[in-house]
């Protein structure tokens, strides 16, 4: 019986800066501020007036669920398969227990907060079944233990002005983007959100230069991504180094973040005048995707690496079945002819068919350059990989304005 053991195991997979978003028909105009995907088949967005509207076949129907209010919803999310919870202006409050095909409105009152809420709700998440959370305009901010059932006031700080983005790592860790008087903020809770204050326990950061910070997610395993208005991004690393990186000369800004990768940093960002961009680990290669329309797009999600759906105004829904990117055997001239092998039991990765002046670089997963080279006058390079420990690693080749991404797990 043979044995196969290789020490490097690669996972090939290609990105190219052409789009593959196709949009859908969602028999609404209404602008859509927030997309959920209960599986790659039923998706759920809301957006303007009260509008709900959903899919339970990928995409290629939708229906209008009944209004529930004529408020705008600006986010929403679900606890299970089943329970769900979407927020908007004027405290709009709205549950489902079947899926999202019909919702209640719910009123709050709390001891310790004095008749109706009426200020802008702006995010809602859940951290297990129960445990939910919502912030809004004004600093707001309410948990729930019962999956929705009833909110009470909780106490993130009071003092900020605008509470715009909740995120949740785990059950523990979460973010929270915030507006205050000196700027743009960050806190983070390691706790489940009982306390809040700057990462593992330092103050708040503040960033001045990124006034208009807009979204927010997960990178490099334990750190965040926060990206807005600029147009710029900020990237924390394990470490919380923050590292400036731009990502174009449009003007636009970021509504949304996604990463389907968050050890190495698959990245794809949606904004204004129908911004959407992508991103592989490091901070400064942007890539700007035609997205076929003009419309701000205001939110992006995944179901997995593949499947994604991104929600804009006057009822725009972008859907990708391929990461976003052509595939490899996509007829990409030569570039999709190059070769990359390696033998078990071997210390480098072969690299054959390169055309001249491709550059080769090879990353760490906190997004560090480790090698980089560029082939002059042959067509094939090594990269040697024995003196580094075993773990995820990026390989990028870059030729012509064309991008090739190979995930390395070496073992």
């Known amino acids: 019986m043979k044995k196969l053991l290789p020490l490097l195991i690669l996972l090939l997979f290609s990105l ?10 969602t028999g609404t105009i209404k602008n859509l501020h927030k997309l959920y995907c209960l599986s790659a088949d039923t998706v759920i967005a809301v957006g303007d007036s009260g509008t709900i509207i959903k899919t339970v076949n990928g995409g290629d129907t939708w229906y209008a669920i009944p209004p529930v209010t004529s408020k705008n919803l600006n986010s929403v999310f679900f606890a299970d398969k089943n329970i769900g919870v979407a927020v908007g202006d004027s405290g709009t409050i709205l549950r489902t227990v079947n899926s999202g095909e019909t919702w209640i409105d719910t009123i709050l009152f709390t001891p310790s907060y004095f008749g109706p809420l009426l200020c802008k709700l702006t ?16 600093g707001s901010n309410f948990k729930t233990n019962n999956s929705g059932i009833n909110w009470l006031v909780d106490s993130i700080q009071n003092q900020l002005i605008e509470l715009k983005q909740i995120y949740f790592l785990n059950p523990d860790t ?7 008087m000196p700027g743009l903020m960050l806190l983070s809770t390691v706790d489940g959100g009982i306390s809040w204050g700057g990462s593992y326990g330092s103050p708040g950061w503040y960033f001045g230069s990124l006034w208009d910070g807009r979204a927010i ?11 807005g208005y600029g147009p710029a991004t900020l990237i924390a690393g394990p470490t919380n180094n923050w590292q400036w990186g731009a990502l174009s000369q449009t003007g636009d800004a970021f509504n949304s973040i996604f990463n389907t990768d968050r050890y190495i940093g698959i990245l794809t960002g949606v904004g204004t005048n129908g911004l959407i961009a992508h991103k592989l680990a490091n901070p400064n290669n942007w890539e700007i995707i035609n997205s076929g329309t003009t419309e701000n797009l205001n939110h992006v999600t995944f179901v997995n690496k593949d499947t994604g759906f991104i929600a804009g105004n006057h009822g725009i829904v972008l859907k990708t079945t391929s990461g976003g990117y052509l595939d490899v055997n996509e007829n990409r001239g030569g570039e999709a002819g190059i070769k990359i092998k390696y033998t078990p039991g071997n210390k480098i990765i072969e690299i054959t068919s390169l055309p001249v002046e491709a550059t080769i670089t090879l990353y760490d997963c906190t997004g560090k350059i480790l090698k980089q080279q560029i082939s002059k006058s042959t067509s094939s390079a090594q990269i040697k990989i024995s003196e580094y420990k075993a773990g ?8 012509k304005g064309n991008l090739i991404t190979n995930k390395i797990i070496k073992q």
């Open 16 to 25: 190219y800066s052409f789009a593959q978003w196709t949009q859908l028909t």
């Open 123 to 138: 995010d809602v998440c859940f951290t297990t079944s129960d445990i939910g959370f919502i912030i809004g305009n004004d």
């Open 174 to 180: 979460g973010f929270l983007l915030a507006y205050d």
């Open 217 to 227: 997610c997960p990178i490099f395993g334990t750190g965040i991504i926060v990206a």
């Open 392 to 399: 995820v690693y990026l390989l990028n080749i870059i030729s």
